[in-house]
């Protein structure tokens, strides 16, 4: 019930095209639910988060669309551009139990110039 | 501020040998995190403490694993005897008053065990 399974596990995209990474849940109380970005010898950032009570979140070229019936929650990347070449980490938490942060097992993404 | 800094940035030891890895966290934050990541298992909480106290250490893996929060600017985990399978690049994080919100990494320790 605690598993966040994230797929594909890596993805090549084509500078301009969009890049799309898919995660499920199964706990039906987990009420957050941040991506984290990871470039090579860093640690993983924050990169965007969304709460269930919207089905789409967008800061730039990057969006997130949630969907609660599915228990899916998918990150878009719009014009992906070879800066965004990084293993990206889907993850879900309960915030008001003050719970652990679950994460997928990454998606490492390659952008082709 | 700095950030998370984590020490050292590399380490290569030999099987058996004890090993350990430094972490000093953001100041101000309350809670601290030591996460390992691999290839294989991805990004794996091992333990993290909340002002000082460790409250969840199930994720160590055995009892050649562990880790100490003196003050609230400092903590290590300890692997002693070191094995090849512990090889993996150690993470120490932390984040302000909660779990959700944002964890802050550092660059992480990479391990190797011969």
């Known amino acids: 019930q605690q598993q966040v399974k994230q797929s594909p596990q890596s993805l090549i995209v084509q500078k301009g095209g969009i890049s799309i990474i898919n995660c499920a849940y199964e706990?039906?109380?987990?009420?957050?639910f941040p991506w984290y970005q990871q470039f090579p010898g860093k640690g993983p950032a924050l990169l965007i988060a969304?709460?269930?009570?919207?089905s789409e979140k967008k800061e730039g070229r990057f969006t997130i669309s949630f969907n609660k019936s599915a228990k899916q929650f998918s990150l878009h990347i719009m014009d992906s551009q070879p800066g965004d070449s990084a293993t990206y980490f889907c993850?879900?938490?309960?915030?008001?139990?003050?719970?652990?942060?679950?994460f997928g097992k990454g998606t490492r993404l390659h952008i082709l110039p | 501020d700095a950030g998370v800094i984590q020490s050292p940035r590399h380490e290569v030891t030999e099987m058996g040998q004890e090993v350990t890895l430094r972490c000093k966290p953001i100041?101000?934050?309350?809670?601290l995190f030591w996460y390992r990541q691999t290839m294989m298992r991805g990004l794996e909480l091992l333990i993290y403490?909340?002002?000082?106290?460790?409250?969840?250490d199930s994720g160590m893996p055995e009892d050649r694993f562990s880790a100490k929060m003196p003050n609230a600017s400092f903590s290590t985990l300890k692997i002693q005897p070191s094995e090849p399978r512990d090889s993996a690049v150690y993470f120490c994080?932390?984040?302000?008053?909660?779990?959700?919100?944002?964890?802050?990494f550092g660059e992480g320790s990479r391990l190797t065990v011969l």
């Open positions: 994080a932390s984040s302000l008053g909660t779990w959700a919100g944002e964890l802050f």
């Open positions: 706990n039906t109380a987990f009420d957050y």
């Open positions: 969304i709460r269930p009570d919207v």
């Open positions: 993850a879900a938490t309960l915030m008001n139990r003050d719970d652990k942060i679950i």
């Open positions: 100041s101000g934050h309350d809670y």
């Open positions: 403490f909340n002002n000082n106290v460790p409250i969840d």
